[in-house]
């Protein structure tokens, strides 16, 4: 516990230090070896640290290779949370599920009923991770008349910081969209998980 808790505090100090200008993008990092003589620790709490920075986005490169400062992610401005994805995306799990309360509720369904379900990842122009989206729906997927959407933040649970490249526990936008029929009865749920670092959201005035 005592070597996690010191490479994070390292990783945040040199993250502290890239914004402050002293690697700028680009820059590679003094190695291991010679950032440990420095923070007076052993070689394997700078590679833990480097590793955490690596999959935060911080740093770019390689295993046992020098990192350097990445550069950072590219903001997106999402303005319709029901438009197609125009990049690639992958899907990563399809498994039915029983309804929980919360998605009872939101479905109109018994809890416990068996929903159909599916996360698809969502990736940016350059391939990184940008979005999750799981959804939940009953019987076979119908067309839609309409959906309403609610926003808000929650922390990343360890399957969807592993998936974003993100610490467990961070805030995250969480957009619930309902897709609804055209009698309004809902049709299909789903959460849509947005870091924060790489979205703004900006809604558009209702159409009159």
Do not use: K
């Not at 040199?14 to 914004?19: D, E, F, K, M």
């Not at 052993?42 to 550069?71: K, S, W």
């Amino acid at each position: 516990m005592a070597v996690e808790a010191e490479h994070r505090r390292i990783a945040a100090d040199i993250r502290r230090r890239i914004s402050n200008g002293e690697w700028r993008v680009g820059e590679p990092l003094p190695s291991r070896a010679e950032m440990a003589v420095r923070y007076g620790v052993n070689p394997q709490t700078i590679r833990l640290a480097y590793v955490l920075l690596r999959r935060t986005g911080v740093l770019d490169g390689i295993e046992r290779q020098h990192v350097a400062v990445a550069h950072p992610p590219a903001m997106r401005t999402l303005t319709d949370a029901d438009a197609d994805w125009p990049f690639s995306s992958e899907t990563t799990d399809v498994r039915p599920l029983p309804a929980t309360a919360d998605l009872a509720e939101r479905l109109g369904v018994s809890v416990g009923a068996t929903l159909q379900h599916e996360t698809v990842e969502r990736m940016d122009p350059g391939g990184r991770s940008a979005m999750l989206v799981t959804s939940w729906w009953r019987g076979r997927r119908r067309r839609h008349a309409s959906c309403v959407v609610e926003i808000g933040v929650a922390p990343l649970s360890a399957e969807q910081a592993h998936a974003l490249g993100l610490l467990v526990d961070m805030l995250a936008y969480r957009l619930v969209r309902t897709r609804l029929d055209p009698g309004e009865r809902p049709l299909e749920t789903a959460d849509l998980i947005l870091p924060v670092d790489r979205w703004l959201i900006r809604l558009r005035p209702s159409e009159q």
